[in-house]
T-cell receptor
Framework: DVKVTQSSRYLVKRTGEKVFLECVQD?????MFWYRQDPGLGLRLIYF???????EKGDIPEGYSVSREKKERFSLILESASTNQTSMYLC???????????FGQGTRLTVV | AQRVTQPEKLLSVFKGAPVELKCNYS??????LFWYVQYSRQRLQLLLR??SRESIKGFTADLNKGETSFHLKKPFAQEEDSAMYYC????????????FGQGTRLTINP
């Protein structure tokens, strides 16, 4: 069974803090993705990576950065958290873009 | 740019009635389309993909390139089908994004 694990289910951070969201997959997948999920807006792609140290901007990268130093780990970084970044964050991985994407359980981030 | 549109945020039908969840896309290349489902308190998971041409849990979806649509259908809805459904598009080329629609919350009434 493929496992995609996000380090936290719930996080509460203060405005201006630097926030790290971690995601680990155990199936040697090439592709990893970070999305945010908001009611009425669906899943919006923040960043994705198709190889170690390779990253591409998604549709809403502003205010975020990512790191992929090892194949199994993809980190999302909020450089200076703001209240409009309060959301559910989903990580996903896939072997190739044509194959199924497996999702983590999500991290609900609240910025106060 | 790639875009996926699900025009209905909410859809409610009675048990045993037919269900159709609409999905339209815009993409200049050859699309690869998926339906994902999220049941209450569960992870988002793949329901079906158009290249497989399969029926999963009684659901089917046909890619209509002329209408740029990939609607999800089931002839007889069941209560356990209540969930959030997302249509997704894989955009090809060198950087292969997976783009999702806004989602449709399906409620099956007893």
């Amino acid at each position: 069974d493929v496992k995609v694990t996000q380090s936290s289910r719930y996080l509460v951070k203060r405005t201006g803090e630097k926030v790290f969201l971690e995601c680990v997959q155990d199936m040697d997948h090439e592709n990893m993705f970070w999305y945010r999920q908001d009611p009425g807006l669906g899943l919006r792609l923040i960043y994705f990576s198709y190889d170690v140290k390779m990253k591409e901007k998604g549709d809403i990268p502003e205010g975020y950065s990512v790191s992929r130093e090892k194949k199994e780990r993809f980190s999302l970084i909020l450089e200076s958290a703001s209240t409009n970044q309060t959301s559910m964050y989903l990580c996903a991985s896939s072997f190739s873009p044509n194959t199924e994407a497996f999702f983590g359980q999500g991290t609900r981030l609240t910025v106060v | 740019a790639q875009r996926v549109t699900q025009p209905e945020k909410l859809l409610s039908v009675f048990k045993g009635a037919p269900v159709e969840l609409k999905c339209n896309y815009s993409y200049s290349g050859s699309p690869e389309l998926f339906w994902y489902v999220q049941y209450s308190r569960q992870r988002l998971q793949l329901l079906l993909r158009h290249i497989s041409r399969e029926s999963i849990k009684g659901f089917t979806a046909d890619l209509n390139k002329g209408e740029t649509s990939f609607h999800l259908k089931k002839p007889f809805a069941q209560e356990e089908d209540s969930a959030m459904y997302y249509c997704a598009l894989k955009a090809g080329g060198g950087a292969q994004k997976l783009v999702f629609g806004q989602g449709t919350r399906l409620t099956i009434n007893p």
